[in-house]
């Protein structure tokens, strides 16, 4: 069964903020919401992960709702190396379990 | 940074071969674990490994075995491959720690293509 939903598809423009979002409404406690984005004919890509707080790396934001049932993740400065497939993954243990993501793409 | 590398990024096969496709992680991982991707299916999770010698089914296993003999190293097999096996396969690892939830780095992945 499917944890996460996620639009099938989304475009933005280059220099723009990309606003990615995932619901999640039967998350439990104890599992974390794991961003990763698949770029054409590559592997997998980490990008960020939260529990209950918001975060920020290099590459992204991730908002969480307080009632963590969704979340949002945010590329500030979206670039056309940013068009790729994004994943929103709900898991609290090793194993991770792929949906089909939103193909984010970027336009010149 | 972490690398896992695959043994091949195309591959061709025939009805009925034994595959051996390798994997090796050079982070001192614990975990690995193999997936398979199809269009429209996304990532499904064959077989994972949390440490050498220990395997477990994830949700496609049927048609597949692996060896993990080496830390480093994680083996899918298709022992007689068929032409629903062709697929993009990924290799992928990624550590433990105790409360600690740590992400998986996937390789290039290999393509097979069983004809």
């Known amino acids: 069964d499917a944890k996460t939903t996620q639009p099938p598809s989304m475009d933005c423009a280059e220099g723009r903020a990309a606003n990615l979002p995932c619901n999640h409404s039967?998350?439990?406690?104890?599992?974390?919401v794991y961003w990763y984005r698949q770029i054409h004919s590559q592997g997998p890509q980490y990008i960020i992960h939260g529990l209950k707080n918001n975060e920020t790396n290099e590459m992204a934001s991730l908002i969480i709702t307080e009632d963590r049932k969704s979340s949002t993740l945010i590329l500030p400065h979206a670039t056309l190396r940013d068009t790729a497939v994004y994943y929103c993954?709900?898991?609290?243990?090793?194993?991770?379990?792929f949906g089909t993501g939103t193909r984010l793409t970027i336009i010149p | 940074d972490v690398k896992v590398t695959q043994s091949s990024r195309y591959l061709v096969k025939r009805t009925g071969e034994k595959v051996f496709l390798e994997c090796v992680q050079d982070?001192?991982?614990?975990?690995m674990f193999w997936y398979r991707q199809d269009p429209g299916l996304g990532l499904r999770l064959i077989y994972f490994?949390?440490?050498?010698?220990?395997?477990e089914k994830g949700d496609i296993p049927e048609g597949y075995s692996v060896s993990r003999e080496k830390k480093e190293r994680f083996s899918l097999i298709l022992e007689s491959a068929s032409t629903n096996q062709t697929s993009m396969y990924l290799c992928?690892?990624?550590?433990?720690?105790?409360?600690?939830?740590?992400?998986?780095?996937f390789g290039p992945g290999t393509r097979l293509t069983v004809t």
């Open positions: 039967t998350i439990s406690g104890n599992e974390y």
């Open positions: 992928a690892s990624s550590g433990v720690g105790e409360g600690v939830v740590y992400e998986q780095y």
């Open positions: 993954i709900v898991k609290e243990d090793e194993k991770l379990t």
């Open positions: 490994s949390y440490d050498v010698k220990m395997k």
């Open positions: 982070m001192d991982h614990e975990n």
